[in-house]
T-cell receptor, first 116, second 113 residues
Framework: GAVVSQHPSRVICKSGTSVKIECRSLDFQATTMFWYRQFPKKSLMLMATSNEGSKATYEQGVEKDKFLINHASLTLSTLTVTSAHPEDSSFYICSAATTRADYGYTFGSGTRLTVV | GESVGLHLPTLSVQEGDNSIINCAYS??????FIWYKQESGKGPQFIID?????DKRQGQRVTVLLNKTVKHLSLQIAATQPGDSAVYFC????????????FGTGTKLQVIP
């Protein structure tokens, strides 16, 4: 139980285009999801907290207009990287909070974004 | 700002030996701590957690110790196996709702066969 599915696992896009990443909680409802970014050999950096039915809360320094987050249902949150540039290339990971005490915060498998 | 950090960036351990990964946290208000394992190209995998009202918690081959006095966490892995090779992160957050999780810098565990 407590499975989070993230799609796609890898994506390559051209500069200037937009890319959407989906994060789904498969067997539980997640009113809150989190989006992280991870650079090579670095830790996870929280980008934003996504709440179902309301606006996301972004961390300081994260551009709201570049990283659009939509949490339209209790099982789906999406991150759209708009007008992507090579510096947006990174590993993006979502997490969903569950009340299952033995699972803590469950993470998706991540999306490797490469902007060329 | 508040942060969670690790003492050792890389740890090499002989297969079969025990591993100890340490973590220092700075936010004394944090009351929920989690250890994650991350393999290359994958998302973090939950290993074990501990709340601030405990000082020790055991799982299968893993034990987490919490010392609130010095704000220190450790993850002990018994009889380390090659499959344990990965990067390990400690993370801190707050209980009582879905709070954001702050990750430490990570320790790479290398198991020598």
């Amino acid at each position: 139980g407590a499975v989070v599915s993230q799609h796609p696992s890898r994506v390559i896009c051209k500069s200037g285009t937009s890319v959407k990443i989906e994060c789904r909680s498969l067997d539980f409802q997640a009113t809150t999801m989190f989006w992280y970014r991870q650079f090579p050999k670095k830790s996870l950096m929280l980008m934003a907290t996504s709440n179902e039915g309301s606006k996301a809360t972004y961390e300081q320094g994260v551009e709201k207009d570049k990283f659009l987050i939509n949490h339209a249902s209790l099982t789906l949150s999406t991150l759209t990287v708009t007008s992507a540039h090579p510096e947006d290339s990174s590993f993006y990971i979502c997490s969903a909070a569950t009340t299952r005490a033995d699972y803590g915060y469950t993470f998706g498998s991540g999306t490797r974004l490469t902007v060329v | 700002g508040e942060s969670v950090g690790l003492h050792l960036p890389t740890l090499s351990v002989q297969e079969g030996d025990n591993s100890i990964i340490n973590c220092a946290y700075s936010n004394s208000a944090s009351d929920y701590f989690i250890w994650y394992k991350q393999e290359s190209g994958k998302g973090p995998q939950f290993i074990i957690d501990i709340r601030s009202n405990m000082d020790k918690r055991q799982g299968q081959r893993v034990t987490v110790l919490l010392n609130k006095t010095v704000k220190h966490l450790s993850l002990q892995i018994a009889a380390t196996q090659p499959g344990d090779s990965a990067v390990y992160f400690c993370a801190e957050t707050f209980s009582g709702g879905y709070q954001k999780v702050t990750f430490g810098t990570g320790t790479k565990l290398q198991v020598i066969p």
